[in-house]
């Protein structure tokens, strides 16, 4: 259910400091650095209908979307940008993780939206490309996320109001956990002790004890419609994009307010940082353009043209390219991040 303002001031948690064991980003690139002053468009190509979602490899060698209408998902090489193979997947794959460092990626599949029908999640090997365990979620699962340990995997059920945990090692299902109506976004503290799940049918994220028998302890009050979340390497922030509204709002993890809002574009959907968090790229859906949000001023710079239906985005480790995926006419394209002082094309 969503937060209110008549429900009773809950004690500030402390951002906890970063596990030393669980698996940590890239450092950022010295050349990919800096202030970011445009995005230049360097390749478009055409994939399966309907690229719901993309996502890059850990490794950085590669990216796969999830092409809704076309069954199927798709493993490009982020170099050439040859599609490498096309795996289907007996439905509709909707969002993708990946754990053992990029070795099985986790799809899910849109299902039916009749009651009683059970939907899954798909694990494939990125080596061999065979979908090796096919998992129950609940009805519609959207987003998958990996924990930094990479011991869970969750599912965000859009329409049993719940989330599913899956046991990344034995591949199975572990339990639902009740969370509220039309839950989408998850992301996991770096530390890997709490789970953030944007409430899209309400004005919250739900905080998912991991620890302590993975169970909803709280909400956090964000502004009606929240869809993705992001959290800072630090662990000190979430970033929290606001479909109905276009917005994009910063929370301080210690204290669980809101800090920081920054208007982008009509509904703001998936979100991206930049690989040293000083940047947010956001699909703005309904304007057809990927917006650039400063994240200390808490300002959507400037925006670029993208085919119709912006939907999924990824930024590439290297610090110096970002991927989008755009509904129509199922296109993907690769935009260069150029910064200021550095010409487009430099090192």
Known sequence: MACSSSQPVLPAVAAPPPNPTAPKRAETPKSAGGTVAGLKLVKKMTVPAGPKSLRVLPDGKRVMTCNLYGYQVTFIDAKTYEILKKVPVGGEPVECTFTKGGKYAWVSLYGSERVGVTSFVVVIDTETYQIVARIPAGRVPKVVAESPDGKWVYAANWLSESITVMDAEKLTKVKDVPVGRVPRGICFAPDGKLAYVCIMGGHSLAVIDVENGHQKIRDIETGYNPRHVCVSQDGKLLYVALNASGTLI???????????????GTQARSTSLSVDDRYAFVCNYEDNNLGVVDLEQMKQLFTVKTDVHPIGVTTMPDGKHVWVSNYRPSTVYVFEIEYAGE???GS
């Open 343 to 345: 010409p487009a094309g």
């Open 250 to 264: 910063k929370i301080d993890r210690a204290s669980e307010t809101i800090i920081g809002r920054a208007k982008t």
